[in-house]
């Protein structure tokens, strides 16, 4: 079905009107996991997961692959994972450092184009139907850049390459850890047809369970629905399942993609059973979110506050102002939220604040009276 590390015809020169585009999508292998053993050589070839300590009441950022044998993954709460694998190492994560990859990861990218469209430190969309240095096949510029990540970064990354975002997106997991591969226009259709309905890139579990009840369980299946079908049946989003079970997808690649939310959340050494020692928290927390609204420009009209409790109940409450939320604001906010909704009888192990529906801010005018 599909071809690792084939190179299609090159077609360098400008983008015709009737030419495809070449969308590459990169993801690194166990990005923060690779960079620790890349760093501290003890730590290859054993399972590693960077994160807080079982004793610190820590979750799992990334596993290591040899980590990931043991069933360890991201967001697993790190007394699981200890006992998963009673030899796992933990690492204490490093993201100043890891940023740092990241960018040395984009530079590579922005010598074959300018259209890099960043989804995390880890993961971006090239649009290379145009390239800087005219190579024409992005099947080639992908290897390249693996090359260069590998020989330059001692890091791994695998690569899909395709017609589109998302059908990259899922190339680019077929071969993991490492690998490349290629879905040609002439087989993307087919492909997509033979596709399990729970690897469709915005499938997530709940849905993919509701779909199969409803005996989608190929894109074949999905294929067979009306859109009107499909969003009477899972809202706007059956749209986007109606085009791309067709292999359509017509996003393009946005290097000024913007953040949808900004936020900070804190896990406790000792669960809070106290309403005083919780908001003392969250002055800490709406301070962070300010100063990382503040260092990328940002306001938001909505806050939301997210309470876990000790046995992992997690709770979400949101409040929408129709002018955008100052900066004193997200305390008195986030406080009141919690007043309202925290369950008292039950300790909380995790608060956080995310401020969404964000714009650039906006500029205050004195007003003047002339008289």
Same mark, same amino acid.
Request: hydrophobic residues 35%.
């Given at each position: 079905?599909?071809?690792?590390?084939?190179?299609?015809?090159?077609?360098?020169?400008?983008?015709?009107?009737?030419?495809?585009?070449?969308?590459?999508?990169?993801?690194?292998?166990?990005?923060?996991?690779?960079?620790?053993?890349?760093?501290?050589?003890?730590?290859?070839?054993?399972?590693?997961?960077?994160?807080?300590?079982?004793?610190?009441?820590?979750?799992?950022?990334?596993?290591?692959?040899?980590?990931?044998?043991?069933?360890?993954?991201?967001?697993?709460?790190?007394?699981?994972?200890?006992?998963?694998?009673?030899?796992?190492? =933990?690492? /204490?994560?490093?993201?100043?450092? #890891? $940023?740092?990859?990241? &960018? !040395?990861?984009?530079?590579?990218?922005?010598?074959?184009?300018?259209?890099?469209?960043?989804?995390?430190?880890?993961?971006?969309?090239?649009?290379?139907?145009?390239?800087?240095?005219?190579?024409?096949?992005?099947?080639?510029?992908?290897?390249?850049?693996?090359?260069?990540?590998?020989?330059?970064?001692?890091?791994?990354?695998?690569?899909?390459?395709?017609?589109?975002?998302?059908?990259?997106?899922?190339?680019?997991?077929?071969?993991?850890?490492?690998?490349?591969?290629?879905?040609?226009?002439?087989?993307?259709?087919?492909?997509?047809?033979?596709?399990?309905?729970?690897?469709?890139?915005?499938?997530?579990?709940?849905?993919?369970?509701?779909?199969?009840?409803?005996?989608?369980?190929?894109?074949?299946?999905?294929?067979?629905?009306?859109?009107?079908?499909?969003?009477?049946? =899972?809202? /706007?989003?059956?749209?986007?399942? #109606? $085009?791309?079970?067709? &292999? !359509?997808?017509?996003?393009?690649?946005?290097?000024?993609?913007?953040?949808?939310?900004?936020?900070?959340?804190?896990?406790?050494?000792?669960?809070?059973?106290?309403?005083?020692?919780?908001?003392?928290?969250?002055?800490?927390?709406?301070?962070?979110?300010?100063?990382?609204?503040?260092?990328?420009?940002?306001?938001?009209?909505?806050?939301?506050?997210?309470?876990?409790?000790?046995?992992?109940?997690?709770?979400?409450?949101?409040?929408?102002?129709?002018?955008?939320?100052?900066?004193?604001?997200?305390?008195?906010?986030?406080?009141?939220?919690?007043?309202l909704h925290v369950e008292r009888d039950r300790p909380v192990r995790l608060l956080g604040?995310?401020?969404?529906?964000?714009?650039?801010?906006?500029?205050?005018?004195?007003?003047?009276?002339?008289?």
């Amino acid at each position: 079905m599909f071809r690792p590390e084939q190179t299609p015809s090159p077609a360098a020169g400008e983008l015709r009107a009737n030419q495809v585009r070449k969308i590459i999508h990169i993801d690194m292998d166990a990005f923060y996991a690779s960079i620790e053993q890349r760093d501290n050589p003890e730590l290859r070839g054993k399972p590693v997961a960077v994160g807080g300590l079982p004793s610190q009441r820590g979750a799992v950022c990334a596993a290591s692959y040899e980590a990931r044998k043991y069933g360890i993954h991201s967001a697993m709460p790190s007394r699981s994972a200890i006992t998963r694998c009673q030899h796992l190492i =933990f690492v /204490k994560p490093r993201f100043e450092h #890891y $940023r740092a990859v990241s &960018a !040395e990861i984009r530079a590579i990218f922005f010598d074959y184009t300018e259209l890099v469209e960043p989804l995390s430190l880890d993961e971006a969309y090239l649009d290379v139907s145009v390239d800087k240095q005219g190579i024409g096949s992005a099947v080639a510029i992908a290897k390249q850049i693996r090359d260069r990540i590998r020989t330059d970064l001692q890091l791994t990354a695998s690569a899909g390459v395709s017609i589109n975002k998302f059908l990259a997106k899922i190339a680019s997991d077929l071969n993991k850890p490492d690998g490349l591969s290629f879905i040609s226009p002439e087989e993307a259709k087919t492909f997509i047809e033979q596709l399990r309905i729970e690897d469709f890139y915005g499938v997530g579990p709940a849905t993919a369970t509701k779909m199969k009840s409803l005996g989608i369980h190929t894109g074949a299946d999905l294929k067979t629905w009306t859109q009107a079908e499909l969003t009477q049946t =899972f809202g /706007k989003v059956g749209s986007y399942y #109606y $085009r791309v079970a067709r &292999a !359509e997808d017509n996003r393009p690649v946005n290097p000024n993609r913007i953040r949808k939310s900004i936020g900070a959340e804190r896990s406790f050494f000792r669960d809070l059973s106290q309403i005083e020692d919780m908001e003392t928290a969250l002055a800490n927390i709406a301070t962070e979110v300010s100063q990382r609204l503040q260092k990328n420009k940002r306001q938001g009209h909505t806050l939301t506050l997210k309470i876990k409790y000790d046995n992992y109940d997690t709770i979400t409450r949101s409040r929408t102002l129709e002018t955008p939320i100052e900066e004193k604001q997200i305390l008195q906010i986030a406080t009141r939220l919690l007043s309202l909704h925290v369950e008292r009888d039950r300790p909380v192990r995790l608060l956080g604040i995310t401020v969404s529906n964000l714009i650039a801010p906006q500029p205050y005018h004195q007003l003047t009276l002339n008289i």
